[in-house]
């Protein structure tokens, strides 16, 4: 079956990114928008367009009835649900099945199977994919602790088993401390949750995030290599890169193969990526989840490789064969994209929406910028604070860093606050030109005074 | 009468969550300082603060409402 209408169940960026692969494989586009947003870009690009109600979300474009009765109604015969909203929401999809047209992803017994954390990771262990190393079940005395931390490997992390939230958990770095804390933990435990199991997990000090882009058409899977996202604020992420240059040709070989191998474990349809902590100290990756979706950071895949991803998703969606074999899928340079939220970079990433007075976006080889603005555009407040996404390629990573400066000194987006300044501290940054960073990294970096100082030095010269 | 403003365009909340009471009911004292309500602007959630003491009048729009800068939100008795 070819999909001949497609109906766009989402909006900012990602839907003008759908749009234009869309049109490029001559569909027809539909796209949705709630009250607020009928004089966004994807709506203007579209080839049609249809209201799903009011401004918040809940209301429109998370509103399940709403989606699928449009869709019905504009003859749509596909959905795509971009990111966010209901993209991994199997109910949603078997809403838009039920209504006779496609969903652009994954099935949603495999959204339900990899959106529960316990059977991703089983399913996980099944395909041969490392997991963060555990106790199997709960462990009531300390000696049962101390034999397991020995298989695990110190430090481990000591958890309440009936706990959550983080609560109660201690790290111990060798056998004495762990002789020490589980008594601790145990009496804590029964205290705070009338249970003094305890669990015992690897941890993994100062990781990186480290994932791997996979395509698959049920039968078949290929990787896209991996991407190193561990520049993150409050577990979002800013900055991401294809490759990662943390990684050994080996390393990244057994991260992407182990990935290809889930993926067809669970006859995977569209784009996924599968998330992993990496330990660089020990070489180790182990795997934490799976995202059923297309993610925001894709365009660094792309231009890593050349392909397509939402074309690609698009297309086996419909039922047919993923366009290429995993030997044709190949890595050049290196690329980074820098997520531009309308945030006050200087006031606490305070949300800044408004109205864009001005835009200039920097043009030329190797520089990409998803977006959805232009100039007199007002930026609801109702959604994400995202607004574009600039991304830029070069030979290796210095070349794709000095790119990325040129390329950020070149973009004005005025009339709102941006977080343009933190990507330009970041950019002069030496531990993140030498690659030196992980997921706990950013935070103490901005909390130490970083940004306001680089941005000052900025304006001075 | 003082009315209570919003700063900041987005969605505006009178609970802090939905299974809570409203912030504040017809009758009830206000306290400079006292919050009155939330507003959501792109999934952040900003606490309304009052301005001015009082008696609570009534809220301005229904939970879940959207607002602009400026709107009001509530309405004080003196």
């Not at chain 1, 749509?76 to 990111?83: E, I, L, R, S, T």
């Not at chain 1, 939220?341 to 001005?358: H, I, S, Y």
């Not at chain 1, 030109?433 to 306001?452: C, R, V």
């Amino acid at each position: 079956m070819q999909i001949k209408r497609l109906f766009i169940a989402n909006r900012g960026e990602i839907a003008v990114r759908i749009i234009r692969a869309a049109q490029g494989m001559g569909i027809t586009t539909i796209q949705s928008y709630s009250e607020a947003d009928s004089d966004m870009l994807a709506v203007r690009l579209a080839d049609e367009s249809i209201c799903i109600g009011p401004a918040p979300a809940a209301k429109s474009y998370l509103n399940i009835a709403a989606i699928v009765q449009a869709a019905t109604e504009s003859k749509a015969d596909a959905v795509h649900p971009g990111y966010g909203f209901l993209a991994e929401n199997a109910g949603f999809v078997r809403a838009v099945e039920a209504a006779g047209m496609r969903f652009v992803g994954p099935s949603a017994d495999t959204i339900d199977r990899m959106g529960d954390k316990v059977a991703a990771r089983q399913a996980a262990e099944a395909a041969g994919v490392p997991v963060v190393p555990g106790s199997k079940g709960r462990l009531d005395a300390v000696e049962d602790a101390v034999s397991i931390a020995a298989e695990i490997g110190y430090p481990v992390m000591i958890k309440a088993a009936a706990g959550g939230g983080g609560k109660g958990i201690r790290i111990a770095q060798s056998e004495e401390e762990l002789r020490k804390m589980a008594p601790q933990a145990q009496a804590e435990a029964a205290a705070s949750f009338g249970d003094g199991g305890l669990y015992l997990e690897r941890a993994i000090q100062s990781p990186r995030h480290i994932e791997v882009q996979i395509l698959g058409d049920g039968e078949r899977a290929v990787h896209c290599f991996e991407r190193e996202c561990s520049m993150q604020r409050r577990r979002q992420k800013v900055w991401e890169e294809a490759g990662a240059e943390c990684l050994s040709e080996e390393t990244r070989n057994k991260l992407c193969q182990t990935a290809v191998a889930l993926a067809e474990a669970v006859g995977y349809v569209g784009a996924g990526t599968l998330e992993y902590l990496y330990d660089s100290v020990t070489a180790e990756f182990f795997f934490i989840e799976m995202n059923t979706r297309i993610q925001v950071e894709h365009p660094v895949t792309e231009m890593l490789t050349g392909i397509d991803l939402v074309q690609e998703m698009i297309q086996v969606s419909a039922g047919e064969k993923l366009s290429m074999t995993q030997d044709q899928i190949t890595r050049t340079g290196h690329a980074i994209e820098v997520r531009i939220n309308a945030e006050d970079p200087l006031m606490q990433f305070m949300p800044w929406p408004g109205q864009v007075t001005t835009l200039q976006i920097p043009q030329g080889d190797g520089i990409r910028f998803d977006h959805f603005l232009y100039e007199g555009y007002q930026i609801p407040p109702f959604y994400d604070s995202l607004i574009g996404k600039l991304i830029v390629h070069g030979k290796d990573r210095h070349e794709a860093i000095a790119l990325l400066k040129t390329a950020l000194q070149g973009l004005r987006i005025e009339g709102v606050k941006t977080t343009i300044p933190l990507h330009l501290a970041l950019v002069d940054d030496h531990q993140v030109l030498a690659d030196d960073f992980h997921t706990q990294w950013l935070e103490p970096w901005l909390a130490q005074g970083n940004l306001t100082a680089q941005t000052q030095k900025g304006e001075i010269q | 009468m003082s009315q209570i403003l919003s700063p900041l365009p987005g969605t505006f909340y009178t609970q802090p969550s939905p299974e809570e009471p409203v912030y504040k009911a017809e009758g009830d004292a206000v306290a400079v300082g006292d919050t009155i309500g939330l507003v959501e602007v792109m999934k952040t959630f900003i606490e309304i603060k009052s301005e001015a003491a009082g008696t609570f009048a009534s809220y301005a729009l229904e939970s879940g409402g959207a607002v602009t800068a400026g709107q009001v939100l509530a309405e004080l008795a003196d």
